[in-house]
């Protein structure tokens, strides 16, 4: 029975990435097939399987179906929340490209609810009724999460960089969100899953405006928060084998536990944040000896973000800039600024370790922030990785 459902979603999966590869179906559509046909089979199978699906009980022995779908709702929220003021905060948010009309939300309902529902009740079947080769049919279906990638563009993929931001951005973290929804349907059940994958559609289908995001946020977001989500979905299936063990009620404690998970995680998440740059003082690590001896390779700088005009101006000879050139960011001292006739001005600049002044101005919009602190050594790690990074012309290293 396991190894039938299981060969009808990856038939069910992999048909869309038969149009990739040239493949006619009798001349359907790529759309008829992928919002019409592929979804209604998916209605007919679940109404088949509905027997089974209907009997599945949580591993976790967790009897109380509204908290494991609170737990989705809320898990779901803390990442589209996430997403959505990074992109406040990065200036990235762009106008939804999805239909917003009532049969455009329709359509798109029908086209990735089917398909969902009937994926995560078999994922909750595979995890909690099977008893034989239970490990085989869950790396199975690990692996079959991997279906909605784009074979096309991988085969496609040259280089080691390309390789590793196509994994960082596809793959990766297809994997958290495989092992998280593993473990919501040992929670929960499908319906907790469900509910965790419908919040993301509707994300993307209905908010007027939805963040665009580069590769490295969206990889630092999904491994970051993912992870601290998975750690916590872990400790409340525990918690739950351990209360049926002991058949006792809840207790201050797990309150207590509750809340400190509430703290750290939203620690981390302030983190992250801080790390990827969505506040106004953000790090940046110095990989050159140019600014020594105050400031050495491998140290941890804070910046003062500048985005406008009047951060500008009120910067003065002396001042110690970060600004980017040619991809690489450089962190020198102001000493000269230089106003056209225009009244436009540019800054000529200087490491503390250089000989002479570095041969090209900084342009405005090439200024990121002002230096206004160092934390020694706690970069090395990054110093080491990125240590054969190129200077790029006009900067003196």
């Not at 370790?353 to 020694?376: A, F, K, W």
């Not at 706690?378 to 900067?395: M, N, Q, R």
Request: aromatic share 12%.
């Amino acid at each position: 029975m396991k190894l039938i459902i299981l060969g009808l979603y990856l038939l069910v999966a992999l048909v869309p990435q038969g149009y990739t590869k040239g493949i006619n179906y009798a001349g359907i559509s790529s759309y008829r097939m992928n919002y019409v046909i592929l979804p209604t089979i998916c209605i007919i199978l679940l109404l088949i399987f509905a027997k089974w699906f209907m009997k599945v009980e949580p591993m976790s022995r967790n009897n109380d179906k509204k908290l494991a779908i609170l737990w989705a709702f809320y898990f779901a929220a803390i990442i589209i929340v996430a997403k959505m003021i990074v992109g406040i905060f990065m200036g990235t948010l762009s106008k939804n490209p999805y239909d917003r009309s009532f049969r455009g939300i329709v359509s798109n309902l029908y086209y990735a609810l089917p398909l969902i529902i009937f994926r995560e009740n078999i994922r909750s079947y595979i995890i909690n009724k099977c008893t034989h080769y239970k490990m085989w049919f869950i790396s199975l279906l690990f692996w079959l999460s991997f279906a909605g990638l784009n074979f096309m563009e991988i085969e496609l993929l040259s280089g080691v960089e390309n390789t590793v931001i196509y994994m960082a951005k596809n793959v990766l973290p297809l994997v958290i969100e495989g092992i998280f929804l593993n473990m919501m349907a040992t929670y929960g059940g499908a319906g907790a899953s469900v509910i965790y994958l419908i919040m993301q559609e509707l994300m993307e289908w209905l908010f007027p405006v939805v963040p665009t995001l580069n590769w490295l946020t969206e990889f630092v977001i999904s491994i970051g928060i993912g992870g601290i989500i998975i750690l916590m979905l872990g400790d409340q299936i525990s918690e739950c084998q351990e209360k049926h063990k002991r058949n006792s009620k809840k207790t201050r404690r797990k309150q207590e536990k509750m809340f400190g998970q509430i703290c750290v995680m939203v620690i981390c998440v302030v983190m992250i944040w801080f790390f990827v740059g969505v506040f106004r003082i953000y790090p940046s690590v110095v990989l050159t000896g140019s600014m020594e001896p105050d400031i050495k390779p491998g140290d941890m700088i804070l910046i003062d973000k500048i985005t406008n005009e009047k951060g500008l101006n009120e910067l003065k000879v002396g001042d110690i800039i970060t600004f980017h050139r040619d991809d690489i960011v450089i962190t020198h001292r102001i000493k000269e600024i230089v106003t056209d006739e225009n009244g436009n001005i540019t800054f000529r600049t200087k490491g503390d370790n250089n000989s002479v002044e570095d041969t090209r101005l900084v342009e405005p919009n090439e200024v990121m922030g002002r230096y206004i602190g160092v934390i020694p050594k706690i970069g090395l790690p990054v110093l080491w990785i990125k240590s054969g990074e190129a200077v790029p012309d006009g900067v003196e290293n």
